[in-house]
T-cell receptor
Framework: ETGVTQSPTHLIKTRGQQVTLRCSSQSGHNTVSWYQQALGQGPQFIFQYYREEENGRGNFPPRFSGLQFPNYSSELNVNALELDDSALYLC???????????????FGPGTRLTVL | GQNIDQPTEMTATEGAIVQINCTYQTSGFNGLFWYQQHAGEAPTFLSYNVLDGLEEKGRFSSFLSRSKGYSYLLLKELQMKDSASYLCAVRGSNDYKLSFGAGTTVTVRA
C-alpha cells in the first residue's frame, strides 16, 4: 500500500506566474483535501475533492482551483502568484472502505512553494 | 467559524511528562484530532476523540471535554525524538475539513 505522494517537492516561482501541484492519494482513498501551511502556522484548509467534485472550500480566492481525476489523484492550481502564497502545500487523503474508523486524513510530504 | 488555541511552545526533560492543552470554539463538532509534525515533514496522525474522556495509545493519551471545548494531549516518558510540533485539529459537522491550531512546539532536553 503506497502512501500519499506529492510533486514537486520544492518549487520557486515569481510573482504573477501560475503553478500546478500534484497529489496521488493513498490506495483506496477517494477524498483529497488541500491545505496551505505558512511558516510557524497550522495548515489552513483550501478545498476538498470527493469523486471528482469540489466538496467544500476554505477562505481562499478563486485563483486557487483544483481538480480530481478518476483515479482520485488531484491537482492544485494557483494563478497570479503573490508573495504571500509562499508556503508548504499539503495534500491529505481520506475515505475508503473498512480501514478508516475515524476517517482521519493522511498527509503527503508537501510541496514547498517559494514566490519571489 | 472555528477558533482553536494551543500554547506556542513547551520545553520538557527526557523521561518527563508534558501536557499540551487545546481549547476550541467551533460552529459544529465531529471529532478532534492530534497530529505530530517534525520540522520540514508532513503531519502524522496521533489520536482521535469524538466522545468525552481519555483515549490512551502507548505513551500518548488524549482527552476531550465537549462541554468545555477542551482537549489535551499527554506525552509520557518523553524521548528526544518527541521534539516536534503538535497540532490540534477539529472536524466540523459537515465532516469535510479539519481546522487546525497554530501548533505547539515541544522541545525535549537531555
Amino acid at each position: 500500500e503506497t502512501g500519499v505522494t506529492q510533486s514537486p517537492t520544492h518549487l520557486i516561482k515569481t510573482r504573477g506566474q501560475q503553478v500546478t501541484l500534484r497529489c496521488s492519494s493513498q490506495s483506496g482513498h477517494n477524498t483529497v483535501s488541500w491545505y496551505q501551511q505558512a511558516l510557524g502556522q497550522g495548515p489552513q484548509f483550501i478545498f476538498q475533492y470527493y469523486r471528482e467534485e469540489e466538496n467544500g472550500r476554505g477562505n481562499f480566492p478563486p485563483r486557487f482551483s483544483g481538480l480530481q481525476f478518476p483515479n482520485y489523484s488531484s491537482e492544485l492550481n494557483v494563478n497570479a502568484l503573490e508573495l504571500d502564497d509562499s508556503a508548504l502545500y499539503l495534500c491529505a487523503s481520506s475515505g475508503g472502505q473498512g480501514t478508516f474508523v475515524h476517517n482521519e486524513q493522511f498527509f503527503g510530504p508537501g510541496t514547498r512553494l517559494t514566490v519571489l | 467559524g472555528q477558533n482553536i488555541d494551543q500554547p506556542t511552545e513547551m520545553t520538557a526533560t527526557e523521561g518527563a511528562i508534558v501536557q499540551i492543552n487545546c481549547t476550541y470554539q467551533t460552529s459544529g463538532f465531529n471529532g478532534l484530532f492530534w497530529y505530530q509534525q517534525h520540522a520540514g515533514e508532513a503531519p502524522t496522525f496521533l489520536s482521535y476523540n469524538v466522545l468525552d474522556g481519555l483515549e490512551e495509545k502507548g505513551r500518548f493519551s488524549s482527552f476531550l471535554s465537549r462541554s468545555k471545548g477542551y482537549s489535551y494531549l499527554l506525552l509520557k516518558e518523553l524521548q528526544m525524538k518527541d521534539s516536534a510540533s503538535y497540532l490540534c485539529a477539529v472536524r466540523g459537522s459537515n465532516d469535510y475539513k479539519l481546522s487546525f491550531g497554530a501548533g505547539t512546539t515541544v522541545t525535549v532536553r537531555a
